[in-house]
């Protein structure tokens, strides 16, 4: 059952999605070649605790880390180690934290340094499918008219969604219904109703959509090697449309 919020949890919600917004700003900052992805998440940890939240990842399904680090073609939940970013990586920084009752979640994806101007594109269209998809987010529509925008807007740019990872609903849990997909029709699924709350995560690859788990038990990545990138807002359903809590204004 997809859970609807009130005007206070939104709010609640809308005070953590900000602090998570300016955690991952402070992380961007220390992406660069020869950083570890352990020191990411150190400094991720270090953050959230001073900014009196609590890690959504650290501990769920045992989980070990605060932070989600994918590189190259790596699409999500690969666990930070000592590897060192190299120029020309690219890297998708995940991370959820709880507030005052509330989780909020999202990812970015970035370049390490100077990339490929094939690479570059392919961070520019995943980042215009999430806003694509946010566009669609208003009470009335259903979740595969979200789906499908992003689907077809992908596949004209020459990308892949991954159909084995999705989108979800958030709130006093990390993970609520509904499952939001990156490809479907559209007017199928649940209609979008004021007071829902929910992350849209579009993961593309350049290459075929198929995935395998990371050798770290965690991580799941693309199957044939190519490239993958991420990127993820949690989203407030309003009787206008919709605000977008993860991001600084």
């Not at 020869?34 to 501990?59: N, P, Q, W, Y």
Request: one cysteine or more; aromatic letters at 6%.
């Amino acid at each position: 059952m997809i859970s609807i919020k009130s005007k206070e949890e939104i709010k609640i919600m809308i005070e953590g999605g900000k602090v998570l917004a300016g955690i991952m700003k402070e992380l961007e900052k220390k992406v660069k070649p020869g950083i570890s992805t352990e020191e990411l998440d150190r400094v991720a940890e270090t953050l959230i605790f001073d900014s009196g939240a609590t890690c959504s990842f650290k501990g769920y399904e045992g989980y070990p880390t605060c932070l989600c680090t994918s590189i190259n073609e790596e699409i999500v939940h690969a666990l930070p180690s000592q590897r060192q970013l190299k120029e020309g990586d690219i890297i998708s920084l995940d991370l959820g934290i709880f507030y005052k009752g509330y989780h909020t979640d999202m990812a970015v994806t970035l370049p390490v340094g100077k990339v490929l101007p094939d690479t570059q594109r392919l961070i520019r269209v995943t980042k215009k499918a999430l806003k694509r998809g946010i566009k669609k987010v208003r009470p009335g529509n259903t979740f595969g008219d979200i789906s499908n925008t992003i689907q077809r807007y992908v596949e004209s740019q020459g990308f892949n969604v991954v159909r084995d990872l999705c989108g979800h609903g958030i709130g006093k849990d990390l993970h609520e219904d509904p499952q939001i997909l990156n490809y479907g029709k559209r007017h199928s699924g649940p209609e979008i109703k004021t007071g829902m709350c929910f992350c849209l995560e579009p993961m593309l690859t350049v290459g075929d959509s198929k995935i395998k788990k990371s050798k770290d038990g965690y991580g799941y990545e693309t199957a044939d090697g190519s490239l993958s990138c991420h990127f993820e807002h949690t989203i407030a359903v309003t009787s206008h449309g919709c605000q977008v809590l993860t991001e600084l204004k």
